[in-house]
């Protein structure tokens, strides 16, 4: 009896853990900073969560005139993330390639 307990609650915790891994697997495919350093190391959950972080507090933040950002400005950022998603999944290329530097670099100058 004890043995089947310990079965099940060994299967349960397996498949808690592996719900946690799929969810961190999806962050660090969706933040920029986590994409782009998964590039060069493999990141510990622990930095896939700060970086998850880092990247909601930065929609938060006021700008200069102490107004939320505005949906323009953020709609910008998103296409710029969206392109270097593409450029990376389906194009095959990674962002320290010279064609993704200067199309991001010149990407987030224009705005400006």
Known sequence: MEIVKNHKRGSIEKKRR?????C???LKNIVPEAIRKEQFEKLEKAEILQLTISYLTSFG?????????DNREQGFRDC????SNYLISKENL????????????HLKHSFK
């Open 80 to 83: 710029i993330f969206d392109i």
């Open 94 to 105: 990674n962002l320290e390639n010279e064609f993704c530097s200067r199309l991001l670099s």
């Open 24 to 26: 961190l697997n999806q």
């Open 18 to 22: 592996d719900r946690i891994n799929i």
């Open 61 to 69: 933040k006021d700008n200069s005139n102490g107004s939320q950002i």
